[in-house]
């Protein structure tokens, strides 16, 4: 039997006792350690006195350290630096493992070749039945197919500890699984998918998230200093609609410019490129969903709103990741 230890990185949410409480009933051997990493800003005890105690005999195998609220690739690499074993399972608080998902986590390491570094989990997101799932759902949904998540992500040490860990200049839970998976591959290790399995509810969500993932087309700028314009196809990720927006926010500021100089026609002209660049991205994210008033309000107000946002913190990622500094490849 293959030991292992589980890392899982918090802000003690709500979420957090369900995952701990799944991970405590799910039979198979059992952890070694599980190491919580708080990752709030200024961590209390008190929220943390209730998902400790769903634990059981699961407690006293659990350390918590803190990590100073600087994200969750700085977060996983606090808990790293206790693990002792072979291998670090890493768990996100708003996950819950299977029935079996210690039983299969040990097959799936005591399976890995030796050249395997890593054993992405299976994980599912349900969805509701009776109506067409948000905007929101869907893309909570996406992580599914997702290649190399954190959500389930188990990591040979040795492996990690090669390629550096994750890279905290990644401040969001967005692309700090990817860039970590493609600094493994190109060291000559291996990741493959496990059979284990885990549910990722769709948690609730403010009708404005959509804005403020805007932030993670920064990140996507990082991964392009580090990973060249390929990294998409390497990383098999989607490409989004960056150049969409940007073409929108474009369209939008000449039409205004265009007006204060007084030329009418041409900013009639680029005005309507911009609202039917509007209509597209708002139609293609309303017609799949419920279509209720809240939701078409929400994704009408918000599709007029993402592509300035997209752009800006495309630009301004761009700006500050200009120099960032390139890791040195590992020879396998």
């Given at each position: 039997m293959t030991p292992y230890t589980v890392v899982i990185p918090t802000l003690v949410r709500d979420t957090l006792a369900d995952c701990l409480a799944a991970l405590a009933a799910a039979t198979g051997p059992r952890p070694e350690r599980i190491v919580l990493v708080d990752d709030r800003p200024d961590p209390t005890p008190g929220p943390l006195e209730h998902p400790l105690g769903v634990l059981g005999d699961l407690r006293v195998r659990t350390t918590v350290v803190t990590s100073g609220g600087r994200g969750p690739a700085a977060a996983r690499n606090a808990g790293l630096r206790e693990v002792t074993t072979g291998w670090a399972a890493f768990l996100d608080d708003d996950v819950q493992v299977g029935p079996h998902w210690c039983a299969q986590l040990v097959r799936d390491l005591d399976e890995a070749s030796p050249d395997t570094a890593g054993v992405q989990g299976v994980v599912t997101v349900p969805l509701p039945g009776e109506r067409r799932p948000t905007d929101w759902e869907r893309g909570t949904a996406s992580l599914a197919s997702a290649r190399w998540i954190t959500a389930d992500m188990a990591y040979r040490t040795d492996a990690l500890e090669q390629v550096g860990g994750f890279d905290?200049?990644?401040?969001?839970?967005?692309?700090?699984?990817?860039?970590?998976?493609?600094?493994?591959?190109?060291?000559?290790?291996?990741?493959?998918?496990?059979?284990?399995?885990?549910?990722?509810?769709?948690?609730?969500?403010?009708?404005?998230?959509?804005?403020?993932?805007?932030?993670?087309?920064?990140?996507?700028?990082?991964?392009?200093?580090?990973?060249?314009?390929?990294?998409?196809?390497?990383?098999?990720?989607?490409?989004?609609?960056?150049?969409?927006?940007?073409?929108?926010?474009?369209?939008g500021a000449a039409a205004l410019l265009l007006a204060a100089a007084r030329r009418p026609r041409a900013a009639a002209l680029a005005g309507l490129g911009w609202a039917a660049g509007t209509a597209e991205f708002a139609r293609v994210r309303i017609v799949p969903g419920p279509r209720t008033r809240h939701e078409v309000t929400t994704m009408l107000v918000t599709s007029v709103l993402i592509p300035p946002a997209a752009t800006w913190h495309r630009l301004s990622g761009t700006w500050r990741h200009r120099a960032a500094p390139v890791r040195q490849e590992v020879a396998p």
């Open positions: 905290e200049r990644f401040p969001r839970a967005f692309r700090e699984d990817a860039d970590l998976a493609l600094r493994v591959l190109d060291a000559g290790w291996r990741i493959r998918r496990g059979t284990r399995t885990t549910r990722h509810p769709v948690r609730p969500a403010s009708r404005w998230v959509s804005l403020k993932q805007q932030r993670g087309n920064a990140d996507d700028a990082l991964m392009r200093r580090l990973h060249g314009p390929g990294w998409w196809d390497r990383a098999v990720a989607p490409r989004g609609r960056i150049r969409r927006h940007a073409a929108i926010t474009a369209a």
